[in-house]
């Protein structure tokens, strides 16, 4: 089922992009070229940041993805507050929640011991805040590798594995600070800064992020928004479990 959430794909194309397309080849085409146009932009935008804020996520994806989408820099609470947005048994943050999930991410991923320790918990709290409709992973991983970046590691990720990396991302979304994804990336871990940043991002296997989203049903719709309030609940117990540890 193709991901409509504007309701005008027949005529617009997908998520309004500018080609109004609707083959996802060429949607993917057209997002790839996008981010290797932009990639080099923002992460210099990132590095000269003296601190990294939620701004900061918008105008990643702003400058990765404007050449796309006419929406690009804008979250799913500027445009999209009406519905939940989901992928496999996650439902990603609400609308109104984004940019909390985010700026907890942000703090936690600039205290340098927490992020030398834990990157995977970090990467998880920043893809449970899913800011955009599309491009959730490119922005992030770019936001992620500064991180790194200012806390002296950097990750090969050229030599993971797509299928493996997801899967454990997966887990992350449902069990946070369980350390699942801290396991899957520890081997994969250098200490030092990657000397090229864009190029290690490049090699990312799992940059489209794997199986589509899906819009899940209305924000006001009472049972999605108690399996929303279930989920938030368990991940609040485990997040603040796997801080204790």
């Not at 048994?89 to 320790?117: C, T, W």
């Not at 991983?141 to 806390?151: F, N, Q, V, Y």
């Amino acid at each position: 089922m193709t991901f409509d959430p504007f309701g005008d794909f027949a005529t617009r194309g997908y998520l309004r992009n500018v080609a109004k397309a609707k083959d996802p080849a060429i949607v993917h085409r057209l997002l790839h070229n996008s981010f290797l146009t932009g990639i080099d932009a923002a992460l210099e935008h990132l590095k000269a940041r003296p601190s990294l804020g939620y701004t900061d996520v918008l105008q990643t994806h702003k400058t990765l993805f404007e050449g796309v989408f006419p929406w690009a820099g804008e979250d799913r609470l500027a445009n999209a507050s009406h519905i939940f947005v989901k992928k496999d048994s996650v439902i990603f943050a609400h609308p109104n929640d984004i940019r909390k999930a985010i700026d907890y991410a942000l703090e936690r991923g600039q205290d340098k011991a927490f992020m030398v320790e834990k990157p995977g918990e970090v990467m998880g709290y920043l893809a449970y805040g899913h800011p955009f409709l599309d491009g959730n992973g490119r922005t992030i991983m770019l936001i992620h590798a500064e991180l790194a970046r200012r806390a002296g590691i950097g990750i090969a990720w050229v030599a993971t594995d797509k299928d493996k990396y997801l899967a454990a991302l997966t887990e992350e979304l449902e069990e946070p600070g369980k350390g699942k994804l801290d396991a899957y990336l520890k081997p994969f871990i250098r200490k030092g800064s990657e000397k090229n940043t864009a190029d290690a991002i490049k090699a990312a296997p799992g940059l489209d992020g794997g199986n589509a989203d899906t819009v899940a049903g209305e924000t006001n719709n009472p049972t999605l928004k108690a399996q929303y309030e279930a989920q938030e609940v368990k991940r609040k117990g485990e997040q603040g479990a796997g801080q204790n540890e």
